[in-house]
């Protein structure tokens, strides 16, 4: 990766990748031990986004992956309850079906990828203790993106510009019926109670930086590079 000087050696670590051979997301012991080195030698940043929206842009990736087009996202589209169970012609695939259960908790909980339908509260308490080892917890989409941008711009000195792609990737997420939502809560329930617990770190974030830094006196601190967890000039507010 080339050197971009207003990053300060900050390392981007993506696990959303699955694919059919990989059984694990490598290394789990820094959400096994949350005393690990990892927590204090990094500021930690979470991205988190709503379990049916992100599930159905993974399906959207798939399927320009697979050069399907246009036609292919057209019959996805007219077969929602397809995409919601998980069943059909661009579906059924062991990559797929782990996108579409619990997918962000697989990531929290060690161990929990080999039985993501069985969501229990000892996994929900375990994945909401490693949210709390994030120093910032983002949410870049929908009614978040504004807070989100807020809070990474007063406390990293961030931001992230928006840029034009194929009008059909971008389509939103079409909103279930009661019936379609109740089948992908089922199956996402640990999730569904992160997300919620993840955009209330937003919340409060917000309202600590409106306290210390209100966003129309922010300061630009580009010349803080060395934002490590515990050094940082806003940690009361990366800090839950």
């Known amino acids: 990766m080339e050197k971009i000087s207003p990053l300060c050696g900050m390392v981007f670590n993506e696990p959303g990748c699955v694919h059919r051979k990989q059984k694990s997301f490598g290394q789990m012991e ?9 927590w204090k030698a990094y500021a930690t940043v979470l991205l988190v986004r709503d379990p049916w929206h992100r599930y159905y842009s993974h399906v959207k990736q798939l399927n320009f992956n697979r050069r399907r087009g246009d036609h292919g996202m057209k019959n996805i ?3 929602i309850n397809d995409v919601v169970d998980n069943q059909g ?16 908790t697989q990531h929290l909980v060690p161990g929990f990828r080999s039985r993501p339908l069985e969501c229990t509260n000892q996994d929900i308490q375990h994945a909401k203790q490693a949210v709390d080892s994030f120093d910032l917890v983002l949410n870049l989409f929908d009614t978040w993106q504004p807070s989100s941008q807020h809070i990474l711009h007063s406390t ?8 034009p792609t194929r009008v059909a990737v971008h389509r939103s997420a079409p909103q279930l019926n009661p019936s379609q939502y109740q089948r992908f809560f089922e199956k996402n329930r ?7 617990y993840a955009n209330n770190r937003i919340r409060e974030t917000i309202e600590c930086l409106e306290k210390t830094h209100p966003f129309r006196k922010r300061q630009k601190h580009s010349r803080f590079c060395s934002i490590f967890a515990g050094h940082s000039f806003a940690k009361p507010c990366m800090v839950a």
Not at 31 to 38: D, G
Not at 190 to 196: E, K, N, P, T
Request: net charge negative.
């Open 30 to 38: 820094r959400y096994q031990n949350f005393s690990s080195s990892l």
């Open 77 to 79: 589209e007219n077969n």
């Open 89 to 104: 012609e661009y579906f059924g695939t062991p990559e797929v079906t782990l996108a579409a259960t619990n997918f962000l």
């Open 156 to 163: 990293l000195n961030l931001h992230i510009e928006y840029f």
């Open 190 to 196: 640990c999730d569904f109670a992160l997300i919620d």
